[in-house]
């Protein structure tokens, strides 16, 4: 750990609950519940270690809230309503200049993929173009439910684990 990464660790530490939910409380998209069990275990060593604490909180949640969790992300490719930091990520993939056939073709996967499932598709897209996602959603729809639950939930982890560094990188 860099001592820049120590300071910040530090000011996290200090948070109140209310603070703590401000700074971190978006990683995992609209669920800052998440963020609220977090805070019971200050202080962090890290931001691994504060990421750990969140990924340990969501695996061991019910079942329920897990499924609302996935819920909460917003289907890829679509022009649906997202947040602010969901459509820089996709912006960042390629997914907001989807020509029309593409658009189509994504939105009719996301369907065929939410009747299935009853989640949207889930994907940390960082790294991703829009043929991978696209590749990757043609392949995940012929998963079992089980297996996509539990796919979805390591893809949130890393989504999450995204945005934590970028909160301790600037």
Known sequence: MNVNEWMECEEVNQMNRKEFIQKVGWVFEHSPWVASAAWENIPFESHEHLLQTMIDIVQNAEKSMQLALLCEHPD?????QMSEISKKE???AGLNQLSKEELEEFVS???CYVQKFKFPFILAVIGQ???SILAAMKQRVNNSYNQEFNIALLEVYKIAGFRLNDIFKS
């Open 90 to 92: 996709q912006a960042g």
């Open 129 to 131: 173009s829009k043929e």
């Open 76 to 80: 890829l490719g679509t022009r649906l």
């Open 109 to 111: 996967l996301n369907r």
